[in-house]
């Protein structure tokens, strides 16, 4: 799901029209409050879009201070006078400026969803010798079959499809057991340690460990 914000002015709505039909389930942020919580923290991606510097700087600022949200790649789409009132570098994932194709903004969202999940047309996520297919739901390392359990597997997909942000106990029990989940933290870290056993070996490192927030793929 890509959830976009109108902005207020007519560029976001040129997004939102440029993307219609293409296969992209779009969300309105203006809607937000009317959606499951639930829902709103399942969006891939999160288009910015507007001529409004501050707006724009609010509502990034937003999802980049959400414990849950901020691991989630933005594009932000302004004109180029914008642009150099903006601290994009902090702020953005990734810039369009106007005036842009549908090709373009297509362009733009597909680079970036590579980017973060690294997920081939195969629908594969290769790192080295580790491979994730995420079609058959199998680990391959080495070109052998790596046992893991269906949480484990979750877990590891999740990781390596998030780029190499870093990734918060909180958010990693929200995002693979669930808002209903009444487990503690100690339960991600029971899981990375049965995975890094199976995966990291002979001095291979995939996940490393942050301390004190959590953890990130490396691989």
Not at 52 to 70: P, Y
Not at 171 to 184: A, F, P, Q, S, T
Request: charged letters at 25%.
């Amino acid at each position: 799901m890509v959830m976009a914000s109108r902005g207020g002015d007519g560029l976001a709505g040129e997004v939102f029209r440029k993307l219609d039909g293409l296969g992209y389930e779009v969300c309105d942020a203006a809607a937000a409050g009317e959606l499951p919580q639930a829902e709103i923290e399942q969006a891939e991606l999160f288009i910015l879009a507007g001529t409004r510097a501050g707006e724009l700087e609010r509502l990034a600022a937003t999802l980049a201070g959400d414990d849950l949200l901020k691991a989630v790649p933005r594009l932000f789409v302004t004109t180029a006078e914008v642009l150099n009132k903006l601290d994009y570098c902090r702020l953005a994932d990734e810039i369009l400026l106007a005036p842009f194709s549908a090709g373009e903004l297509v362009a733009r969202l597909r680079m970036l969803s590579w980017r973060f999940a690294r997920v081939d047309p195969s629908n594969r996520v290769t790192c080295g010798d580790l491979v994730i297919d995420l079609a058959t739901y199998e680990v391959t390392l080495a070109g052998m079959l790596v046992d893991l359990t269906f949480k484990e597997y979750e877990l590891l997909r999740y990781l390596a499809t998030h780029g190499r942000r870093v990734h918060s106990r909180r958010e990693l029990l929200i995002r693979v057991w669930g808002d209903d989940y009444y487990g503690g933290a100690r339960t991600v870290d029971v899981h990375i340690r049965r995975i890094r056993s199976k995966i990291e070996q002979g001095g291979r490192e995939y996940i490393q460990t942050v301390r004190g927030v959590g953890y990130r793929f490396i691989g």
